[in-house]
């Protein structure tokens, strides 16, 4: 088995009421001509819960406003909300994205013809998806300091970034659930917000925004594929085909932050082991990040890699790499915890680095996905016979 990743630090910043931009990133500086999201939105990160069309309306700033960015949308929700997601990468990559699109492709397609050198200079694809539950709300929320973060940010740490990954930002998979919510919370808090979990902002009423407009639990339809939500984003996952899916999520309040590995026996027997030894290879960087912020975290005492129709399984039989993050959530603005207050800030603050740890990763083992995925697309008709 492989050794354990656990921390044990004690975290300043449990209680941490508000995100203040631009983030102090070592090695990185911000343009100042690009609107953080306070600009848009009319509030800070992390003081109240963001709206699905203040989401959007961030997005298209951000997209008016660099040459990084282009905005798409894969899909409309049954009560008529987008489904957005950004294309983010170096503006010479945008200058031959078709392109780009097409070789990546070609590792699927062709496996056979492409050969190791060919890797060395391309761009590797990721899908990054937040907060497929509405009420796990804190990732929506990291996507728009992730979203300024690439469309500031300056150095040669960022440089590599967009150089080196095609990035699809999908800022929020579940929008009626994330409204159904978000107008809760916000409509039934106090002036003064309270982390008594009693409190009327702490209890949703049913169904409560976990679901989409008709109850599904769209964490369970990647496969299935009944809902216009999923329709749209497995279409959007199949013109790209990436090597890596990001799914962010919540857990209960009593914990601290979960990335995978998983539960080393419930992964999926078809899975590959490159999928694994990846998973394996890539949490180190999850890891260093929420150490530089002093946050504890975990891996491999829960959740499985079982079911292909969960966000970050689905991937996994694609030659793609499905990583699942869980925070444990404040819901509400504050909550009582057997480890003191939690704040909704720290919370998104927690899914933003760790998606930065995503990104170190990703750059660093770049042509290990591309291996990887080209190698799952080559010896699937073996596995297939067998």
């Known amino acids: 088995m492989k050794p354990l990743l656990f921390c044990l630090l004690v975290s300043t910043g449990w209680a941490e009421q508000t995100i203040d931009l631009p983030m102090k990133i070592k090695g990185v500086r911000y343009n100042s001509s690009i609107s953080k999201p306070e600009d848009i939105l009319g509030h800070k990160v992390g003081t109240r819960h963001t709206r699905t069309d203040q989401v959007v309306d961030y997005f ?6 660099s040459n990084r960015i282009i905005l798409n949308d894969h899909a409309v929700t049954h009560e008529g909300r987008r489904l957005i997601h950004a294309i983010v990468t170096h503006p010479d990559n945008h200058k031959n994205l078709e392109a780009i699109r097409q070789a990546n492709l070609s590792l699927s397609d062709h496996p056979n013809k ?3 050198r060919q890797l060395n200079d391309m761009p590797m694809v990721a899908y990054l998806g937040f907060s497929i539950h509405g009420d796990e709300a804190s990732g929506t929320e990291a996507s728009l300091l992730l979203l300024y973060h690439l469309a500031a940010g300056m150095g040669n740490e960022i440089d590599e970034i967009l150089k080196h990954t095609v990035l699809i930002v999908d800022p929020m998979f579940n929008p009626d659930g994330r409204d159904r919510f978000v107008n809760w919370v916000n409509g039934n808090r106090g002036l003064i917000a309270t982390s008594d979990i009693q409190d009327r902002e702490h209890n949703q009423p049913w169904p409560r925004g976990r679901t989409n407009h008709y109850l599904f639990d769209m964490n369970r339809d990647w496969m299935p594929v009944t809902q216009p939500e999923s329709n749209g984003r497995i279409k959007l996952f199949h013109h790209w085909r990436p090597q890596f899916l990001l799914d962010a999520h919540e857990m209960g309040s009593n914990a601290t932050f979960f990335f995978q590995p998983g539960i080393p026996s ?18 180190p960087y999850h890891a260093k990040r929420l150490d530089s912020i002093q946050s504890m975290y975990y891996s491999q005492q829960s959740y499985d890699d079982f079911y292909y129709g969960k966000g970050s399984t689905f991937g996994d039989i694609h030659g793609s790499v499905g990583i699942l993050f869980e925070q444990a959530s404040s819901r509400s603005l504050e909550t009582e915890t057997n480890q003191g ?3 909704y800030a720290f919370t998104v603050r927690n899914q933003f680095i760790t998606t930065l740890g995503t990104l170190d990763g990703l750059v660093a083992l770049r042509t290990d996905f591309l291996k990887y995925h080209r190698d799952f697309y080559a010896t699937a008709p073996d596995a297939a016979r067998k």
């Open 114 to 116: 492409v050969k190791d």
């Open 60 to 65: 298209e700033a951000l997209a008016s406003q």
């Open 341 to 343: 207050r939690l704040t």
């Open 266 to 283: 419930r992964n999926n027997p078809n899975t590959p082991q490159g999928t694994i030894d990846l998973a394996y290879k890539l949490a």
